[in-house]
T-cell receptor, first 114, second 116 residues
Framework: NAGVTQTPKFQVLKTGQSMTLQCAQDMNHEYMSWYRQDPGMGLRLIHYSVGAGITDQGEVPNGYNVSRSTTEDFPLRLLSAAPSQTSVYFC?????????????FGPGTRLTVL | GENVEQHPSTLSVQEGDSAVIKCTYSDSASNYFPWYKQELGKGPQLIIDIRSNVGEKKDQRIAVTLNKTAKHFSLHITETQPEDSAVYFCAAEDINSGGSNYKLTFGKGTLLTVNP
């Protein structure tokens, strides 16, 4: 199994540009989520999904959209990038949305918005 | 929602010494407390977790203790080695009022440096 994969690894955008961060998992996990990691802020939840067709907002959802059309994929869209969205983004998945399941993280995407 | 405080933010120890990282949480309904290790340039990886029905759990050099009354839990690493150097995150299960949605709330992380 490849686990959780993310593309791209690095990305530079200009303010106002749009892009999609890709996340895929091959473990048949129901639960997937997106976090952003900023210095001194830890990991903050952006959006999450408990299954195909179901998404919900996390702690910092503004400026981001998600969809979950398949179990495997959970893309994160930035519609109009802002410098405040400069961050490292991690996708994670777990078998179910039970509180006892291990979350597996991808390697991250480092995004810079100029 | 859940609030997790983690201390210290940085910790430097000599190889072979012990390291302790502490976290407090706010929601007494939380029942699951994982710890993650993040090496430079990588995603976080689960190293140990504890559920509210136990007070302590060990896995070789790593142990976690939980005090539900005081709402705090701690990570203990004994006989530290240079490869233990990383950022460590604690987390707590975040149960909304309906109890039907599951999220993790993370602490802000501790940078552990083990000096040879």
């Amino acid at each position: 199994n490849a686990g959780v994969t993310q593309t791209p690894k690095f990305q530079v955008l200009k303010t106002g540009q749009s892009m999609t961060l890709q996340c895929a998992q091959d473990m048949n996990h129901e639960y997937m989520s997106w976090y952003r990691q900023d210095p001194g802020m830890g990991l903050r939840l952006i959006h999450y999904s408990v299954g195909a067709g179901i998404t919900d907002q996390g702690e910092v959802p503004n400026g981001y959209n998600v969809s979950r059309s398949t179990t495997e994929d959970f893309p994160l869209r930035l519609l109009s990038a802002a410098p405040s969205q400069t961050s490292v983004y991690f996708c994670a998945s777990s078998y179910s949305f039970s509180g006892t399941d291990t979350q597996y993280f991808g390697p991250g995407t480092r995004l810079t918005v100029l | 929602g859940e609030n997790v405080e983690q201390h210290p933010s940085t910790l430097s120890v000599q190889e072979g010494d012990s390291a302790v990282i502490k976290c407090t949480y706010s929601d007494s309904a939380s029942n699951y407390f994982p710890w993650y290790k993040q090496e430079l340039g990588k995603g976080p990886q689960l190293i140990i977790d504890i559920r509210s029905n136990v007070g302590e759990k060990k896995d070789q050099r790593i142990a976690v203790t939980l005090n539900k009354t005081a709402k705090h839990f701690s990570l203990h690493i004994t006989e530290t080695q240079p490869e233990d150097s990383a950022v460590y995150f604690c987390a707590a299960e975040d149960i909304n009022s309906g109890g039907s949605n599951y999220k993790l709330t993370f602490g802000k992380g501790t940078l552990l440096t083990v000096n040879p």
